[in-house]
């Protein structure tokens, strides 16, 4: 993977991830970034990037939590690891940097 | 099957789903899906939560897919254009085999789309009408002992009133019945317009309720409910009145009956494909007045009549059939004791009549499944020949293409992608031979149809249905025809192929070499085909027939006369206007002429007094006193109709003359001793038999000669007349001359007896036809097979004909090596063709009564006619090649 940065829907599904803390599978995420975003999100939007987030190495699952809602199936269940910390954190980073460089807020502000 | 739970998303998409992505997958996608859909269910609804749930799960399928049609890394439009390049650079590098393969199986495909046309035609008959599915045709079936069921769909005129009342799933019924005798027909307004019209029916109001016709002009509500009105078509129309509307105007039709009829309604003419073809209809209740009809035992009896039936939505065929049978045989009972028979009615369905020629059904356009299955065999074997050069002459070429794989390959092509690569070479061959044949097709459709004798409409108005059989033909083609090359052709190591080692694939030239032989033998099972049937249709035409049919004009006596005359004497004052006429030897009449029919036919005649014979089936005709000299029918005892008056002739007991055959089938040992016997005809009628002719084959010699028996009549409606000059297209217009001074009121209608008889084998001729143009185009199209193999050789092996020749072989020695193998493969094929030919041929002649024997030089013949041809297909490669300079072939090394 050439580009390890992230993107903005990822960004918001990473986030997601971190707020729902170990209750975070597909349809969770999904009623997250809705509830935020405030935009409809397709499920299986949620899950690509969910597992291409896995890939990048930013996510972990393992599997758990069968309920009667689910027909008796369960749930993949992802974690941030540390390394998708690491990248929101910089990505939070960048734009504090960036906000800070904007004249018109300075004017505002002063 | 299990319920599908409330709560589940929809099925077929999970069970997509399920199909289509890794089963790793699964537990997760499927439990979110039904997670979700229940929590729309919930909350929008369950037409919602399916919906979105389909588009959840495409979208998963997409995302997941191992396939990714919209993210995979290779570019498909590149890679389709690449092949593209590819397949039209192999195409114009080979033009010789490019050019077989269109041809050969553009060839093909045109008779198997021609067919495809003609079988959806054949079986479209009547589906225009919209109630087609409930209408029927009331059959009645004759079972009588030792003779095969005699089913027909003539009943009498009171079976359909006794139906309608009697049996509730009947909702209408309609009786339809023809003019047997045409009618003449003209309009009162214009006396010179007089002709005589074959599809004219007597018919019920209700025919308009059950079929679907549609009126162009008039009242469509209730038309023919009231004597004397008539409904034309839109064709007689304009024929007896011009643009004028006609509605109103009246109508002199001169049939059974005579009478002026109001023109109520002017309707389209029937489709082309209906098996009632009508011009005129006229009401029912007007033929019903015939006093004929009055007499209650007729009602059943006389079975002149078609009677069709609406049932209602839903019947039980079983039941119905059971109801009409019990209703005929409540009425019919005691006659049929009297003559030993018994009837079982059932009702046909209405688009089985027009395939159907095992019932009788008087005045219908008639096929046959026969023919249509027939067609069919010949469609698909035309269409696996040419598939076959297609698979052999790729195959065949696959050499050249073999460094191509392998280079392929050694870069990393999959075998997979090899595969379709070929796929799509030959889906391409294949798209371009199938536009051709579509073109082809419509441009000799006129011609096809007169070799068929159908009218099938043109493609641009034919239905769905084709389109989708040609789709699907289209990939059947496909499949067949590109599967087997791109296996072989994607089977290559690159190793064996980079490495230069030289063994085009000839461990699998087994296969080809059966295809060739399957080719041949059909060619040649088509070609001994062919020249059986114009064999026998020759012996037919050219048999014996008893009597001199060349030569005679017939025409028909005057139906309209003028006052104060009987037809007897009209025909008798023509008759010595005729003679006057220098080059008019004979003139004489008959109930009808040669290839006509009889005057009537019954199942019983046996002799007086009773119990010296069975009952035996015979045919009469009336003629006049002169009419066996006219025709030469050779009188072999007593005195015929010499010396019998008319009145005597019209006085039981009748006199007859017997023919050979039913003077044998009725138990006479010879001619002599069955004058002045006494025969009972038809169960009532006492005749007396003056003569015995010689049998004469009064119907075509496919025929068995009828027992038949001859009254004696004068003025009959035929007129024969003998010629005595060979300057015949003169004689017609100087008897049309006399003919139409005598009865100008009447339409001049001759014929020539030869024609008249010939147009009994016009099926037979077109038949013969039919099979010759397909024996040539099966042989054609193997031979461009051959031709692209042959030439393929000739290229493989140039450099060892050039060795040879540099050691010393002659041209012939060469063309014999290159000859041989392709002879043995057509040597093999004709050995195989001839038992299957023996035995379809021997099938088809077993509906002949008079029939050849399939002689050995037939299968000779056309056994030799194939080798010579795949000879001279072969050796103009093989000759080409051997005559090369060796020096051309060696010298690049």
Redesign the interface.
Known sequence: MKNKGLGEFEELILLAVCILNGEA???SV?KEVEKHSGRSV????V??TL?RLQEKGFLESD?SG??E???G????IFHITPSGMEQLRQAQEVRTKMWQLIPQLKLGLS | MRRRNRN?PPTLANWLLSKLLKDSFH??????????Y?ERVSSRGRWFAGFMGW??V???I???GSFRPFRGQANLFFMYKHYFVITTRNLLRNKVYAGINILGLALGLTCCLLIFQYILFEYSFDTFNRNFDTIYRVVETTFSDGKEPYPSGRTGWAIGPALENEVPEVKHFVRMHPEYNNAVVSNPAQPEKVFEEKDVFYTDASFFKVFSYPFILGDSTRPLSEPETVVISESLAKKYFGEENPIGKTLSVRGWIVGTYRIEGVVEDPPKHSHLQFDILLPMSDLLKKSRFNNPSTAWGWTNFLTYVQLQKGSDLNKVNQKFSEILERNQKDKWEQSNITKKVHAQALNDIHLNEEIESPRSLISSYRSVYFLSIIGIITLFIALINYVNITTASAFDRAREVGIRKVVGALRRQLMSQFFFESTFTILIAFSLSLAASEYVKPHFNELIGTTLPSLLSINSHFWLMCGGLFLLINLLAGFYPAIVLSIYKPINVLKGSRNPSTHRSWLRQGLVVFQFAASIVLLIGTSVVYIQLNFMQNMDMGMDISQILTVSAPRVLPEETTREKAVESFRQELLKLPFVEKVATSDAIPGGGYSFTSSSVKRIPEGQSENVPCAALWIDSTFAQLYGIELLTGDGFKQVSLKAADEEPYPVIANETAIYALGFDSPDQAIHEQVDISNGNICRIVGVYKDVNWASTRFHRQNSFYFMGAGLPHISIKIGTENLANTVSKIGEVYKALFPDNPYLCVFADDSFDLQYKNDQRFAKLFSVFAVLAILISCLGLFGLATFTAQQRTKEIGIRKVLGATVADIVTLLSKDFLTLVIIGFFLAIPIAWYAMGQWLEGFANRIEIGVEVYLLAGLVAILIALGTVSWQSIKAAMSNPVDSLRNE
């Open positions: 599978y597909g349809i999904k397709l499920l299986g939007a899950h690509t597992y599997m069968q309920t809602k689910r027909g199936r369960r749930k993949r | 589940e537990e997760e996608l499927l439990g979110d899906l039904q997670e979700i229940q588009l959840d495409l979208h998963l997409i995302g997941f």
